[in-house]
């Protein structure tokens, strides 16, 4: 179905939701996590829903999730307002166990789905990059060699896209080594995030 097809997001979400399109090359049944709305004025890009999202069908019901919030200033109840968040996933269902971790996003629900899902929310402005397949897919060749210096220089992408390192407790010792994060770069973040939420209030 093309874009022009969908009346409204809605209708969207419903089929992104019953997606089976990689159901043979998943673990378990597909159980693709989204969160969204036509109105929706920040989108948070992640890599994938990990087996307790993926069981609970809630985005970031997790430690990354609250790790996630922290660095944004917002509360549960905000962050799950499809008002204020798109939560956008590069793969939708929980992809696997690898080596080292889960295995990488499917890649095949970026392109099947992303198109659409953004033009169906005209009002998003800003979209956070979360780790490397978030700013691989969306900034290309503009994104630096290592994810270290794309998020340190994240003002480059902005207003657009805002860069981050994924939230996860594993990155523990990458926030020691990279006490900047913390100190410039989450101010600046919730900074941003207050702004546009102040902004749809306003609106209403």
């Not at 799950?80 to 968040?85: C, N, W």
């Not at 900034?139 to 981050?164: I, M, N, W």
């Not at 994924?166 to 990155?171: D, E, I, K, L």
Request: charged fraction near 20%; charge should be positive; hydrophobic fraction near 35%.
């Amino acid at each position: 179905m093309t874009l022009t097809e969908y009346a409204n997001i809605d209708k969207l979400l419903i089929d992104i939701r019953s997606c089976t399109y990689c159901k043979a090359q998943l673990p378990h049944a597909p159980n693709p996590v989204i969160q969204a709305a036509a109105d929706s004025k920040i989108a948070i890009i992640g890599q994938a829903p990990g087996q307790k999202v993926q069981k609970s069908g809630i985005p970031w019901d997790d430690q990354s999730g609250k790790e996630l919030r922290r660095w944004l200033g917002v509360d549960t109840v905000q962050f799950y307002d499809p008002h204020l968040f798109a939560l956008v996933p590069m793969g939708f269902c929980y992809p696997g166990k690898g080596k080292s971790g889960d295995l990488p996003p499917r890649p095949e629900c970026a392109p099947l789905w992303h198109r659409k899902l953004f033009d169906g929310m005209p009002g998003i402005k800003l979209t956070l990059l979360i780790g490397k397949y978030a700013q691989a897919y969306y900034l290309g060749k503009a994104k630096t060699r290592s994810l270290t210096d794309t998020v340190l220089r994240f003002e480059h992408y902005l207003p657009a896209f805002f860069p981050l390192v994924h939230p996860s407790p594993r990155n523990k010792i990458w926030h020691k080594r990279n006490p900047w994060f913390s100190d410039t770069v989450v101010p600046l973040l919730q900074r941003s995030v207050s702004e546009i939420i102040g902004m749809r209030h306003a609106d209403h």
